[in-house]
T-cell receptor, first 113, second 112 residues
Framework: DTGVSQDPRHKITKRGQNVTFRCDPI?????LYWYRQTLGQGPEFLTY????????KSRLLSDRFSAERPKGSFSTLEIQRTEQGDSAMYLC???????????FGSGTRLTVV | GDSVTQMEGPVTLSEEAFLTINCTYT??????LFWYVQYPGEGLQLLLK?????DKGSNKGFEATYRKETTSFHLEKGSVQVSDSAVYFC???????????FGKGTTLSVSS
């Protein structure tokens, strides 16, 4: 088991373009989470899946953001019409129960220019 | 809503010094508490956890005790090393385990 994998590690995009990130969780973990981390801040919750069902979304997740987990395995996070304020580290995590903590991936750093 | 407050950094120490990073929380019910560490350019790693009052989490010489009476989960280490230099995040999970709520992080810098 290689842990939680995220791809790409870095993404530079022009404002207005769409971007998509991928997360592959630990195979036995049925819960998958997306977080966003800006410089000097702690991670902020975006959304959460249990298997393929998206059970909760933060108010931070505007309608330009969409996340999917089609078969309860990997997940994608898409940002449409990117804005400079979207520049951040996007972290994916997975867990079995949540109350015992998550395993985080290394993140995707997005820079919108 | 639930929240976590941790001491502002940066914390600058000499090698072998004693470390304390304060963390307090506000939550309904009985949350689980965590310390995560983030090394430069990397994701977050779970350092230690405690899931009920009076539990002590420990790992790699770090310790933290879940104190419900003071709603605190302070991180301590008796003798820090240069390799401990990182950002430390205190976090809580509600009883449903829906989402982790993080503090803003405390940067630790240890010099030899």
């Amino acid at each position: 088991d290689t842990g939680v994998s995220q791809d790409p590690r870095h993404k530079i995009t022009k404002r207005g373009q769409n971007v998509t990130f991928r997360c592959d969780p630990i195979s036995e973990h049925n819960r998958l989470y997306w977080y966003r981390q800006t410089l000097g801040q702690g991670p902020e919750f975006l959304t959460y899946f249990q298997n393929e069902a998206q059970l909760e979304k933060s108010r931070l997740l505007s309608d330009r953001f969409s996340a999917e987990r089609p078969k309860g395995s990997f997940s994608t996070l898409e940002i449409q019409r990117t804005e400079q304020g979207d520049s951040a580290m996007y972290l994916c995590a997975s867990s079995v129960t949540g109350i015992h903590g998550y395993t985080f991936g290394s993140g995707t750093r997005l820079t919108v220019v | 809503g639930d929240s976590v407050t941790q001491m502002e950094g940066p914390v600058t120490l000499s090698e072998e010094a004693f470390l304390t990073i304060n963390c307090t929380y506000t939550a309904t019910g009985y949350p689980s508490l965590f310390w995560y560490v983030q090394y430069p350019g990397e994701g977050l790693q779970l350092l230690l956890k405690a899931t009920k009052a009076d539990d002590k989490g420990s790992n790699k010489g770090f310790e933290a005790t879940y104190r419900k009476e003071t709603t605190s989960f302070h991180l301590e280490k008796g003798s820090v090393q240069v390799s401990d230099s990182a950002v430390y995040f205190c976090a809580l999970a509600d009883q449903a385990g829906t989402a982790l709520i993080f503090g803003k992080g405390t940067t630790l810098s240890v010099s030899s």
